[in-house]
């Protein structure tokens, strides 16, 4: 089953999307190496929180395992649904005017600081997911690549087309869009 590795990986890789979009309307552009090392240590924290599900799993009678993580997707993806609702009915400010935020002068250049940064930080949020996806029972090897290929192509797309309205407008619905996803797979595991 294909789709669920993709499902996983899309929604691993939205928060990409956002750290894309936020430097590109910033200017700042995330060279292919940057873009590389960030997605490598993502995967690595992916395949290690996968890696950690799969043994838990045994460990564990197989019913548990399966509609434990599953049910764990779908509070996760609950969560960050209710994280966004919450955060918009918090914000009294309209929408951010991006074109008063650009700054002036040169682009500025990211960091080798921010890199590692970045990098920890969106691993990190793949753990919990990745461990509740693997104890449903998804596989490492496509979780993984998914994750990957999802992670480079979303930083790459984020941080070129930051400046457009239409990126702008995408990158708010992120966490919901990867709230939905999480919750659909964790109902795809449970009727599997």
Known sequence: ??????LFGISASLDALLVGIGYGLRKVRIRLW????IS??????????VGLGHRLAVLLPEAVGAYGGS????????????????????????????????PAGPAPALRLSEVFALSLTLSLNNLSAGLSASLAGLALAPAAIATFVCSVLFLASGNRLGGCRAFQ???????PVSGILLIGLGIAWLFR
């Open 1 to 6: 089953m294909l789709i669920a590795p993709l």
């Open 34 to 37: 940057q873009n590389l090392t």
């Open 40 to 49: 490598l240590v993502t995967l690595a924290g992916t395949c290690l929180s």
């Open 71 to 102: 049910l764990v997707l779908i509070l996760l993806g609950l969560y960050y649904i209710l994280k966004w609702v919450a955060s918009f009915l918090r914000s009294s400010k309209p929408p951010m005017d991006y074109e008063e935020q650009e």
């Open 169 to 175: 407008l995408a990158g708010c619905g992120a966490e």
